[in-house]
């Protein structure tokens, strides 16, 4: 599903770069070799990057009471 309609951006795309440990919306962008226009999407690319940080929390957290 398109994200960002601005720069025809999916949200596959925008969970594919925030997985890099640093993500945030501008790396996002610039990952993506995109630049924000209209900042409609923020919410959604926020909501993406969040959700991408508490599953890696999630699989640290059961990785760690396996161990
Ligand atoms: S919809 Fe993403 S910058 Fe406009």
């Given at each position: 599903?398109?994200i ?62 396996a161990?």
């Amino acid at each position: 599903m398109i994200i960002c309609n601005c720069n025809a951006i999916s949200d596959r795309d925008f969970k594919k770069v925030a997985e890099n440990s640093n993500a945030s919306i501008k790396n996002c962008f610039s990952a993506l070799g995109k630049k924000p226009n209209c900042g409609r999407c923020f919410t959604s690319i926020n909501d993406i990057i969040q959700n991408v940080h508490s599953e890696y929390e999630q699989a640290d957290k059961i990785k760690k009471s396996a161990a």
